[in-house]
C-alpha cells in the first residue's frame, strides 16, 4: 500500500461569506505527482493554508506523512510556494536566497544557486538587485528558486507558472519532471490544464468546496469521454 505524504479527512473550512470546504476527502501519495484544479474560489488556496495550519479548520483532520498538521514536525518535510509570492522587497536576490537556505541549516553553495537560476532562465546579475526591481516573473523564478534548493521531500506549490513566460514554465516542467523522477512528492494547483495532463500521476477537481473528481488525466477524459481534458474539466464542474 503506498505511503500517503497528505491525508484529507472531511475537511470543513467556513469564513464570514459562508463555506469554502464542505468535507473535503483526499489523498496524496508519497512519490507522486499531483495536481488540484477548479475555477477561481473552488477553495483550492484555502485547502492548501488549512494544510499548512495558516487557518483552523472547522472540522476533520489533516496529516502529513502520518503526523498531524498542527505539528511542526509535520510540516518540516514541506516546501512552499504561495500563489501571491512577496520575499521582503528591501532584501537583495542573493540575501533572500541565503536567508531561506540558511532558514532550512543548508550552506549557500554559489555554484549550486547558479546552477539553479539557470535552470529556471533568471540571470545571476539578478541577485545583486533588491527583489522591489524585480518583475512579477523574476519575483516568482527567485520563490521556484528558493523552493527547490531546499531539497526538501515534498514541494507544494500554488499556481507556480503564474507571471512566467513561455520557456521559464518549460524550464519548469523540467525541473518539476526531473523532482517527479526522484521520488519526491509534488502537489500543485493550477490553472493550466496542459500542465496538469503532462506533469500529473493523479489530480483532482475541487469545485465549490467538494471534490468532484479525483484519478489520472486519462481517467479523467474516459469518465466523461472528452476529448481533451478541459472539456472533461466542463463536463465534471456542470
Same mark, same amino acid.
Do not use: W
Given at each position: 500500500?503506498?505511503?500517503?505524504?497528505?491525508?484529507?479527512?472531511?475537511?470543513?473550512?467556513?469564513?464570514?461569506? /459562508? *463555506?469554502? &470546504?464542505?468535507?473535503?476527502? @483526499? $489523498?496524496?501519495? =508519497?512519490?507522486?505527482?499531483?495536481?488540484?484544479?477548479?475555477?477561481? %474560489?473552488?477553495?483550492?488556496?484555502?485547502?492548501?493554508?488549512?494544510?499548512?495550519?495558516?487557518?483552523?479548520?472547522?472540522?476533520?483532520?489533516?496529516?502529513?506523512?502520518?503526523?498531524?498538521?498542527?505539528?511542526?514536525?509535520?510540516?518540516?518535510?514541506?516546501?512552499?510556494?504561495?500563489?501571491?509570492?512577496?520575499?521582503?522587497?528591501?532584501?537583495?536576490?542573493?540575501?533572500?536566497?541565503?536567508?531561506?537556505?540558511?532558514?532550512?541549516?543548508?550552506?549557500?553553495?554559489?555554484?549550486?544557486? /547558479? *546552477?539553479? &537560476?539557470?535552470?529556471?532562465? @533568471? $540571470?545571476?546579475? =539578478?541577485?545583486?538587485?533588491?527583489?522591489?526591481?524585480?518583475?512579477? %516573473?523574476?519575483?516568482?523564478?527567485?520563490?521556484?528558486?528558493?523552493?527547490?534548493?531546499?531539497?526538501?521531500?515534498?514541494?507544494?506549490?500554488?499556481?507556480?507558472?503564474?507571471?512566467?513566460?513561455?520557456?521559464?514554465?518549460?524550464?519548469?516542467?523540467?525541473?518539476?519532471?526531473?523532482?517527479?523522477?526522484?521520488?519526491?512528492?509534488?502537489?500543485?494547483?493550477?490553472?493550466?490544464?496542459?500542465?496538469?495532463?503532462?506533469?500529473?500521476?493523479?489530480?483532482?477537481?475541487?469545485?465549490?468546496?467538494?471534490?468532484?473528481?479525483?484519478?489520472?488525466?486519462?481517467?479523467?477524459? =474516459?469518465?466523461?469521454?472528452?476529448?481533451?481534458?478541459?472539456?472533461?474539466?466542463?463536463?465534471?464542474?456542470?
Amino acid at each position: 500500500m503506498s505511503v500517503s505524504a497528505v491525508r484529507f479527512q472531511q475537511v470543513v473550512k467556513s469564513y464570514a461569506g /459562508g *463555506a469554502v &470546504l464542505r468535507g473535503v476527502e @483526499l $489523498e496524496v501519495r =508519497a512519490g507522486e505527482s499531483f495536481g488540484l484544479v477548479g475555477v477561481n %474560489g473552488a477553495g483550492k488556496t484555502s485547502l492548501v493554508k488549512c494544510m499548512f495550519d495558516f487557518c483552523a479548520l472547522d472540522a476533520g483532520a489533516i496529516a502529513i506523512f502520518g503526523l498531524s498538521h498542527r505539528l511542526p514536525a509535520a510540516r518540516a518535510p514541506l516546501s512552499f510556494l504561495p500563489e501571491r509570492f512577496s520575499p521582503p522587497y528591501y532584501l537583495s536576490g542573493a540575501a533572500f536566497l541565503r536567508y531561506m537556505l540558511k532558514l532550512q541549516g543548508l550552506p549557500y553553495d554559489a555554484a549550486r544557486v /547558479g *546552477a539553479m &537560476l539557470a535552470a529556471l532562465d @533568471l $540571470e545571476p546579475a =539578478a541577485l545583486t538587485r533588491q527583489v522591489r526591481a524585480y518583475s512579477k %516573473g523574476m519575483t516568482q523564478k527567485l520563490g521556484l528558486a528558493a523552493c527547490l534548493l531546499s531539497d526538501k521531500p515534498m514541494l507544494v506549490l500554488d499556481e507556480p507558472t503564474s507571471g512566467l513566460d513561455p520557456k521559464a514554465r518549460a524550464l519548469l516542467k523540467r525541473q518539476l519532471r526531473l523532482l517527479r523522477d526522484a521520488g519526491r512528492t509534488l502537489l500543485f494547483t493550477s490553472h493550466a490544464l496542459a500542465d496538469v495532463e503532462e506533469l500529473c500521476d493523479r489530480m483532482a477537481i475541487l469545485h465549490e468546496g467538494r471534490i468532484r473528481f479525483v484519478g489520472t488525466p486519462r481517467q479523467c477524459r =474516459a469518465d466523461y469521454a472528452a476529448a481533451n481534458l478541459e472539456q472533461a474539466f466542463l463536463h465534471c464542474i456542470a
